[in-house]
Nanobody, 115 residues
Framework: QVQLVESGGGLVQTGGSLRLSCTGS????????TDWYRQAPGEQRELVAR???????DYVDFVKGRFTISRDNAGNTVYLQMNSLKPEDTAVYYC?????????WGQGTQVTVSS
């Protein structure tokens, strides 16, 4: 079945960087739109960044200039480069793909930013 596997989370200090990866299995990320969402404790899941099949990227305001989404078609992987991290970026980050068949989510990767 379709799987999205995230990795790259961890504990980092304020101002640090992390790169998250989302690798697809049985789904070609190069022909879909892939999103990164995040969910902090007690909060709703929120969209962070998106990359379309054509490579167009979009970001929510609170990460613009700090986060970069990209894709490696050969590796079937979407990345989220996160720089200048802040404590409010602490959350579980999820990869998401929506097709005509279903919504697919990864298991999430924890990002913790210490102050």
């Amino acid at each position: 079945q379709v799987q999205l596997v995230e990795s790259g989370g961890g504990l980092v200090q304020t101002g640090g960087s992390l790169r998250l990866s989302c690798t697809g299995s049985r789904i070609l990320l190069s022909i879909t739109t892939t999103d990164w969402y995040r969910q902090a404790p007690g909060e709703q899941r929120e969209l962070v960044a998106r990359i379309t099949d054509g490579g167009t990227t979009d970001y929510v305001d609170f990460v613009k200039g700090r986060f970069t989404i990209s894709r490696d078609n050969a590796g079937n992987t979407v990345y989220l480069q996160m720089n200048s991290l802040k404590p409010e970026d602490t959350a579980v980050y999820y990869c998401h793909v929506k097709t005509y068949k279903a919504d697919y989510w990864g298991q999430g990767t924890q990002v913790t930013v210490s102050s």
